[in-house]
């Protein structure tokens, strides 16, 4: 039986059928699954996720699935967390407490207000709830995530509903970025591994050419096989 193209991880957590839904409208095959065998051998993976990040890392690891999904996201394969998915790639979260992320991304998830944004965070209503646009670093064009989108006049908009950002240690991991309060990381990419803020799969014809263009990164031949030791 041939691998699944994509591997959509169902650790209790995420729009998962939104996004399987989304990738079928651009031709591509996923799988919502929470079977280690299939993420392992699937040639991409994503990582959905949506709410507080100390509920999601805490189901995250209560399912028996971070070896496998650190496995992936280690093993070249094209990697996307989504929402609180791309939360989940940094190294600690201050949502309900402080919590250790996955460490993928060197960086902290910090709430937006005054605390960590200064004034102008003063007043302003969170959770952040509707479109912005998308403002694409040189990391960003380069790394194939927003192939065709990078022209766009006012930038690209897309989906948002969150009250915490994404800080990362290095400018280098800043795929876009986006204006609330401040500008602030929205998507990331390192190596092969990418995390977008948003919510691609509610982001209209931006959201679905940008599932579009992961779906059809390349992938290492042979898919790699676990270079991670099961918890």
């Known amino acids: ?10 650790y209790g957590v995420g729009n998962l059928r939104s996004v399987q839904k989304a990738f079928a409208a651009e031709g591509h095959e996923a799988i919502v699954t929470r079977d280690a065998g299939a993420i392992r051998e699937s040639e ?11 509920a999601a890392i805490d189901t995250l690891r209560a399912s028996g699935l971070e070896s496998v999904t650190l496995d992936a996201a280690h093993s070249g394969r094209p990697f996307l967390g989504i929402c609180v998915g791309m939360q989940l790639l940094f190294s600690e979260g201050e949502e309900m407490g402080r919590h250790r992320g996955l460490d993928l991304v060197p960086g902290r998830v910090l709430r937006f207000d005054e605390a960590n944004l200064g ?13 912005n646009a998308l403002r694409f670093t040189e990391n960003g064009r380069q790394s194939g995530l927003f192939a065709g989108l990078e022209n766009a006049n006012d930038g690209a908009m897309v ?3 969150h009250s915490y950002f994404c800080a990362p240690d290095s400018t280098d991991t800043v795929a876009a970025t986006t204006d609330f309060i ?17 919510h691609p799969e ?30």
């Open 119 to 131: 004034p102008a965070a003063r007043g302003v209503k969170v959770p952040q709830i509707g479109w």
């Open 182 to 198: 401040a500008p602030y990381c929205s998507a990331v990419a390192r190596g092969t591994i990418y995390g977008v803020q948003f």
């Open 159 to 161: 989906y948002f509903v």
């Open 44 to 54: 991409r993976v994503v990582l959905p996720g949506v709410g507080a990040f100390g």
């Open 202 to 231: 509610k982001s209209g014809t931006v959201g679905l050419r940008i599932l579009d263009n992961f779906a059809r990164m390349p992938v290492p031949s042979p898919v790699p096989p676990s270079v991670l030791t099961p918890a």
């Open 1 to 10: 039986m041939p691998a699944p193209t994509i591997a959509i991880i169902d």
